[in-house]
C-alpha cells in the first residue's frame, strides 16, 4: 500500500512538473504584420530546410554579390518583425541580410520545445543556406536574447562565422533559469527537479546547448552588447561570456539601458556598423 501511494505521489509531481514546464516559459507564436517595405526596401521571402527536421521562413535582402551577408535572429517568443530596425539600419551599409523566424516562432515549423539549442541549429541551417548561396560571402551574425546566445554557440561550431553581434545574451540557461526561479520564491529542490525532467523528456542537454561552453571556440570577433540595467538576462552574463575567450569576444556595457532597448542608445548603430565593417569588409 505505502509503494502505491508513492508511486500515485510520484505520478502527481510529475504532472505538475509538466504543467509548470508548459506555462513557465509559454508563449503566443504571432506570425510577423510588418516587412522590410514599411522602410521601401525589397526582399523575397524564403524557406530554409533544418537538418534536424522543419523550415525557417525568413527574409532574403541582397545587396551585390560581393558584399558580406549578415544573419538576423529574433530573441523567445518574438518573430522577424524584431529585427526590422536592424534592417533599416544595416543595409544601406551594404550588406546582404537573411532575417529567420526561429522554429516554433513567426512563421517558420512548429517544434516540442525551442531551446537556446533549437536556435543554434536554426542559425546554423541559416548559415549553410547563405553558404550555399555564395560561397565566397563573408558571414556576420546579429542576434538577440535567446538570439544571441544562438549566435555564440553557431560561432563556436561553424568557422564559416567571421563576426558576431550579440544584444543581451546569455551564457548558460540553467543559471539563468534558476535565477528566474528564484525571484519567483520556486524552491530550489522544485526548480532541480524541473531542470531534470525536462532533460528525460526532451533530451534537453544544458552543458552542451550552453553558449557560454561554445565561445571559446569561436575564432570570429564577438561584439557581446549588454545594457547594464538588464533584468532579464543580468549583465553578469555577459561578464562571464566575455571572460571565457578574452582573444575573440569584447563587451561593451549599454549604460542605463536594459534587454530590449540597448539599439535605442545614441551610439549603438555606429558602434556595431564599425564593428560589422572593420571584421566583415
Given at each position: 500500500m505505502l509503494f502505491f501511494w508513492l508511486f500515485l505521489l510520484l505520478i502527481i509531481f510529475i504532472i505538475i512538473l509538466d504543467l509548470f514546464s508548459r506555462r513557465a516559459y509559454a508563449y503566443e507564436k504571432r506570425p510577423h504584420r510588418k516587412t522590410p517595405e514599411k522602410y521601401g526596401i525589397s526582399f523575397e521571402e524564403v524557406h530554409i530546410p533544418v537538418a534536424e527536421g522543419g523550415q525557417l521562413y525568413g527574409w532574403w535582402i541582397p545587396?551585390?554579390?560581393?558584399?558580406?551577408?549578415?544573419?538576423?535572429?529574433?530573441?523567445?517568443?518574438?518573430?522577424?518583425?524584431?529585427?526590422?530596425?536592424?534592417?533599416?539600419?544595416?543595409?544601406?551599409?551594404?550588406?546582404?541580410?537573411l532575417a529567420i523566424d526561429a522554429r516554433k516562432h513567426g512563421s517558420s515549423s512548429e517544434i516540442t520545445a525551442p531551446t537556446v539549442g533549437t536556435f543554434t541549429e536554426d542559425v546554423l541551417a541559416a548559415v549553410k543556406y547563405v553558404g550555399e548561396k555564395n560561397a565566397s560571402t563573408q558571414i556576420g551574425l546579429i542576434g538577440l536574447s535567446i538570439g544571441g546566445g544562438a549566435s555564440i554557440a553557431a560561432a563556436g561550431q561553424n568557422q564559416r562565422i567571421q563576426a558576431a553581434v550579440t544584444v543581451g545574451a546569455m551564457a548558460h540557461p540553467l543559471s539563468l533559469m534558476a535565477a528566474h526561479f528564484e525571484e519567483r520564491h520556486i524552491?530550489?529542490?522544485?526548480?532541480?527537479?524541473?531542470?531534470?525532467?525536462?532533460?528525460?523528456?526532451?533530451?534537453?542537454?544544458?552543458?552542451?546547448?550552453?553558449?557560454?561552453?561554445?565561445?571559446?571556440?569561436?575564432?570570429?570577433?564577438?561584439?557581446?552588447?549588454?545594457?547594464?540595467?538588464?533584468?532579464?538576462?543580468?549583465?553578469?552574463?555577459?561578464?562571464?561570456?566575455?571572460?571565457?575567450?578574452?582573444?575573440?569576444?569584447?563587451?561593451?556595457?549599454?549604460?542605463?539601458?536594459?534587454?530590449?532597448?540597448?539599439?535605442?542608445?545614441?551610439?549603438f548603430w555606429e558602434k556595431i556598423s564599425a564593428f560589422l565593417d572593420k571584421n566583415l569588409k
Open positions: 545587396s551585390t554579390p560581393d558584399a558580406p551577408t549578415l544573419i538576423l535572429i529574433h530573441g523567445w517568443s518574438r518573430n522577424i518583425e524584431r529585427v526590422l530596425p536592424y534592417i533599416r539600419n544595416l543595409y544601406p551599409r551594404g550588406y546582404n541580410l524552491p530550489k529542490f522544485i526548480a532541480s527537479a524541473l531542470f531534470l525532467y525536462l532533460r528525460i523528456r526532451f533530451g534537453i542537454d544544458y552543458e552542451k546547448i550552453a553558449p557560454l561552453n561554445h565561445i571559446s571556440n569561436a575564432t570570429g570577433k564577438i561584439l557581446l552588447v549588454h545594457g547594464v540595467d538588464d533584468e532579464t538576462v543580468p549583465l553578469a552574463h555577459g561578464h562571464m561570456l566575455a571572460a571565457a575567450n578574452p582573444a575573440s569576444a569584447s563587451l561593451w556595457e549599454v549604460p542605463a539601458k536594459g534587454h530590449s532597448d540597448c539599439h535605442l542608445h545614441p551610439d
